[in-house]
Structure formats: structure tokens, C-alpha cells
């Protein structure tokens, strides 16, 4: 059986770390990190978890995902098309220290873009 994304982002906890990354490169990030800065830590931490169910599930791991979809999660934020980039940026940022080989990275980054109409100017 071919291996799945899931198995070459390095199983859960692989998957586990770099969403840990992206979330520190999402507070840091100028562009961002309001929107992260207004949620108490509660509320980041609930996000944290739901995107590594989100992406482990998406990628073909043993996980069911239990959040909200991509529509319910983010209308209301009217997420602009640069907010967008910014996190795209910061997962393959996050990525690339991770040092996960390119194709791992290009599928990842198709992944997210497929998602865009989901998430911005909702
Ligand atoms: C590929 C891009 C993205 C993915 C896969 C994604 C995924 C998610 C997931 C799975 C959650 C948690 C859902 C839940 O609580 O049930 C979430 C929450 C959130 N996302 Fe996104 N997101 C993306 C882009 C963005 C962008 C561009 C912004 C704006 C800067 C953003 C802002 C937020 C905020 C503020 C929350 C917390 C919402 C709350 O607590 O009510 N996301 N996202």
C-alpha cells in the first residue's frame, strides 16, 4: 500500500508539531496575529487541536475530524485575501524548518489553496 500524506508528514506527531509552529508563527505574525491575540488561551488552544484533528484527518490519518467546517469556522471574520497568504506562508515557514521534502510541502500548499474559497471574505 502507497504511504499517505498523513504517513509523510511524519503521523500524528509530526503533524502535531508543526501545527504547535504554526500557531507561534501565527502570533508573531504582524499580519495575523490580531486576529489570534483577540481569542484567550482557551479558545487557541481548542483551535490548535482542531486543526491537527483537521489536518491529520484530511490527509488520510486514523482520526475523525470533530470541528466545525472551514465555512462555519471563519464567517463572520471577513478574512482578507493578504490574512490568507500570511497563513499559508507561515504553515510552509513552518514546514521548511521542519525540513519535510518538497513534494510533502507542494501538496500541502495545493491542499491549502483548495481551501481558500472556504475560508476568505466570509
Ligand atoms: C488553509 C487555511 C486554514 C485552515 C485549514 C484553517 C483551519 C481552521 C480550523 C480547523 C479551525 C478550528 C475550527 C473549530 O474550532 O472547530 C480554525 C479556527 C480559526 N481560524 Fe482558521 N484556518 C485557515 C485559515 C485561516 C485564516 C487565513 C485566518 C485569519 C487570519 C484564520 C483564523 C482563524 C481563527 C481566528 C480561528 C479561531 C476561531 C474561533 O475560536 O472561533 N484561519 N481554522
Known amino acids: 500500500m502507497s504511504e499517505t500524506l498523513y504517513d509523510r508528514l511524519g503521523g500524528q506527531s509530526g503533524i502535531d508539531k508543526l501545527c504547535n509552529r504554526i500557531v507561534e508563527l501565527h502570533l508573531e505574525n504582524e499580519v ?6 483577540a481569542l484567550d488561551q482557551e479558545a ?9 484533528e483537521f489536518i491529520a484527518a484530511g490527509t488520510g490519518g486514523p482520526v475523525e475530524y470533530t470541528g466545525r467546517s472551514m465555512i462555519e469556522t471563519h464567517t463572520g ?9 500570511a497563513v ?12 519535510y521534502p ?7 500548499l495545493g ?7 472556504e475560508i476568505v471574505h466570509l
Do not use: W
Open 88 to 99: 499559508v506562508d507561515d504553515i510552509m515557514q513552518a514546514m521548511k524548518e521542519m525540513e
Open 32 to 37: 495575523v496575529s490580531p486576529r489570534y491575540r
Open 111 to 117: 491542499i491549502s489553496y483548495s481551501l481558500k474559497n
Open 44 to 52: 487557541i488552544d481548542h483551535a490548535r487541536e482542531k486543526v491537527k
Open 102 to 108: 518538497e513534494p510533502v510541502c507542494n501538496e500541502i
Open 77 to 85: 471574520m471577513n478574512v482578507s485575501a493578504a490574512e490568507f497568504l
